[in-house]
């Protein structure tokens, strides 16, 4: 059954551009659309997910969502200044990428239904790379003009700025490239339909002329939004970097937490983009978050529902667990059960000092692990008063003055954490 997928996007204020016709074309019957997604890691970060979630609407609307994989246009770069020159990939890295790129999509997307809309995940390094360079000006480029393609904004854009290097050809040529795939996908699959951000728009719409040019059919564009964060700074940015879906390159802590301190604006515009959830339940949610704002619910449903929809539920309440961790919510039990990665994500910034291992199975008295060993506490006085003042915590348990620290009280094998009053925490490093 098809329902409509351009009203659906529009009251979760996904779309930016969208070319005439779009909507009563979609509503006809089942049809195709594509994004591309730029292969150079083997992950997709936050960033990619606009289009993932384009992606997934299309295919609960009816339609079959098709994932292209740029290992060709990857290699090139397009004009809008974003990005350094990019390194050229060898064919199995690009194979390796594809493949981690598209078991991250499963995640959202169905590719092995037997239903006539399953996804579908293509690379345009397949069919460009036997397509030599005269074959190409002479099928592809005769059709488009120059002044056709300066009038696009992103070539615009480049050639009027400071810039000394200027553009160059091959850059100047993306979107001949790209407008080719769409070409290709409506030749080879009946596809009408490209997506992609508000960037794009120059790109897609070179392609929607090729179709009309060469293919002799209609073909259709539609553009989300680039997001923005109402402070003005990156979204999907840390000072670490990107916030990845690979659990290995960002745990799923780390991920959670970035949804869970987004800002009030943010999250009432995040939780329409970045969620499944109906415009009922949302309108309901935003509502009562405006009656108390101090409980960031919308803040915490939004970094729920991503979180489960990127890593799974267990990932999710292991992320919640290791969040409680700071607020004194948790037990030696749950910080034994994190994993090192997510232990140093959760302490990041906490003072460290090494110990070694044979100290630690010898059995450790506290006064020497708070400040001779450690420098945790300025003195042994001071370690004794803080002892006997019952305000010294191993891995969140009060501890009394004559405790001593074992193998026993490692976390994962390799820390041990102390915690003096409700927020001065403290890591040991047990090195073998």
């Known amino acids: 059954m098809i329902t409509n997928f351009v009203e659906e996007l529009t009251w979760r204020g996904m779309i930016h551009d969208v070319m005439p016709g779009t909507e009563e074309h979609l509503m006809e019957q089942m049809r195709s659309a594509y994004?591309?997604?730029?292969?150079?890691?083997?992950?997709?970060?936050?960033?990619?997910?606009?289009?993932?979630?384009?992606?997934?609407?299309?295919?609960?609307?009816?339609?079959?969502?098709?994932?292209?994989?740029?290992?060709?246009?990857?290699?090139?770069?397009?004009?809008?200044?974003?990005?350094?020159?990019?390194?050229?990939?060898?064919?199995e890295t690009l194979r390796h990428n594809q493949q981690a790129i598209k078991n991250?999509?499963?995640?959202?997307?169905?590719?092995?239904?037997?239903?006539?809309?399953?996804?579908?995940?293509?690379?345009?390094?397949?069919?460009?790379?036997?397509?030599?360079?005269?074959?190409?000006?002479?099928?592809?480029?005769?059709?488009?003009?120059?002044?056709?393609?300066?009038?696009?904004?992103?070539?615009?854009?480049?050639?009027?700025?400071?810039?000394?290097?200027?553009?160059?050809?091959?850059?100047f040529t993306y979107q001949l490239v790209q407008g080719y795939d769409f070409l290709?996908?409506?030749?080879?699959?009946?596809?009408?339909?490209?997506?992609?951000?508000?960037?794009?728009w120059g790109n897609i719409t070179t392609g929607t002329e090729l179709v009309r040019r060469i293919g002799g059919g209609k073909a259709y564009a539609m553009t989300c939004p680039l997001i923005t964060k109402a402070d003005g700074t990156k979204f999907g940015k840390t000072a670490g970097g990107n916030i990845w879906l690979d659990a290995e390159?960002?745990?799923?802590?780390?991920?959670?937490?970035?949804?869970?301190?987004?800002?009030?604006?943010d999250a009432a515009k995040y939780i329409k983009?970045?969620?499944?959830?109906?415009?009922?339940?949302?309108e309901d949610l935003i509502e009562k978050h405006q009656e108390a704002p101090h409980l960031r619910a919308l803040q915490k449903r939004l970094a729920e529902e991503v979180t489960t929809s990127t890593h799974g539920a267990e990932d999710l309440e292991n992320a919640v667990r290791a969040s409680e961790i700071l607020f004194g919510k948790s037990t030696?039990?749950?910080?034994?059960?994190l994993n090192e990665k997510t232990f140093l994500d959760v302490f990041e910034g906490v003072p460290q000092a090494e110990i070694s291992r044979g100290e630690v199975e010898a059995g450790l008295d506290m006064v020497s692990a708070l400040s001779e060993k450690t420098g945790f506490l300025k003195s042994n006085g001071e370690a004794k008063r803080a002892l006997k003042q019952n305000s010294i915590s191993v891995n969140q348990e009060k501890i009394a003055d004559d405790y001593t620290i074992t193998s026993e009280d490692l976390i994962n094998n390799r820390f041990i954490l102390l915690q003096s009053g409700k927020k001065n925490y403290f890591v040991i490093r047990v090195m073998d």
């Open 35 to 91: 994004v591309g997604i730029d292969p150079t890691a083997d992950s997709l970060h936050i960033g990619h997910l606009v289009g993932v979630m384009m992606l997934k609407h299309f295919q609960q609307c009816g339609h079959k969502p098709i994932a292209l994989v740029g290992g060709a246009t990857g290699m090139i770069g397009d004009p809008s200044g974003k990005s350094d020159e990019r390194n050229l990939l060898d064919e």
């Open 104 to 171: 991250q999509l499963s995640r959202f997307l169905d590719f092995d239904s037997s239903e006539e809309n399953a996804a579908q995940l293509v690379n345009n390094y397949d069919w460009m790379k036997d397509f030599s360079f005269l074959d190409f000006i002479r099928d592809v480029g005769k059709h488009i003009t120059v002044n056709y393609m300066m009038a696009k904004d992103s070539v615009k854009k480049r050639l009027s700025s400071d810039s000394a290097e200027g553009m160059s050809f091959t850059e």
């Open 184 to 200: 290709h996908l409506y030749r080879e699959k009946q596809l009408t339909l490209q997506m992609g951000g508000s960037d794009q």
């Open 249 to 265: 390159r960002t745990s799923p802590y780390k991920f959670y937490q970035y949804w869970l301190n987004t800002s009030d604006e």
């Open 273 to 282: 983009i970045f969620t499944f959830l109906g415009r009922e339940e949302i």
């Open 332 to 337: 030696a039990a749950n910080l034994k059960a």
